[in-house]
């Protein structure tokens, strides 16, 4: 959804840009997963690989994801519609909060509800490419919405934070 979104958008904002930390599995007995496979040939297919669409083939170590997501503009998230989904609660959501990146997420899982509701990005409906490529114009092209999502990003990013979420299990014990 993301690329068929991004290959949309590139006509609108030609400077748009994607990049995937990692495609491969931190531990190296873990192959590559067929996602991965399908992934790497759209891009390629839609023409998006190197010019608006870049995989870092590597893991980039914990310590080093700061670098990145404070290059960033907008910290996106998307998943199939499946029970997973509505399970998980995605760490990598509160990366983008910590650094105060817009987020634009999938509809159905913890955060997404409560990043739309908190007015720190969108959330959009799963596997709709017209819907996500909206979202990211949205916040990449106005600078009222992109400012207004950081702030409320940077302040929800405060509610999950150590000191506040084991604060009553701190109490408790």
Known sequence: ?????????????????????????????????????????????????????????????????????????????????????????RTRVLDYLWAGLPVVATQGDALAGVIEAKGAGIAVPPG?????????FSVLDDPVVRDACHEASRDLATQFRWTTVLGPLVDYC
């Not at 870092?56 to 029970?83: A, F, I, K, M, Q």
């Not at 709709?128 to 990211?136: N, T």
């Open 1 to 89: 959804t993301l690329l068929r979104a991004v290959d949309k958008l590139r006509a609108r904002l030609p400077n748009v840009r994607v990049y995937f930390l990692g495609i491969r599995h931190p531990n190296p007995d873990v192959g590559e997963m067929r996602r991965t496979s399908e992934t790497l040939a759209l891009s390629d297919e839609l023409g998006l690989t190197g010019t608006h669409v870049f995989f870092n083939d590597d893991w980039v170590e914990y310590e080093d994801r700061p670098n990145y997501l404070l290059e960033s503009d907008v910290g996106v998230s998307t998943h199939l519609d499946h029970v997973e989904t509505a399970f998980s609660f």
């Open 128 to 136: 709709d490419v017209d819907a996500l490529e909206a979202a990211l």
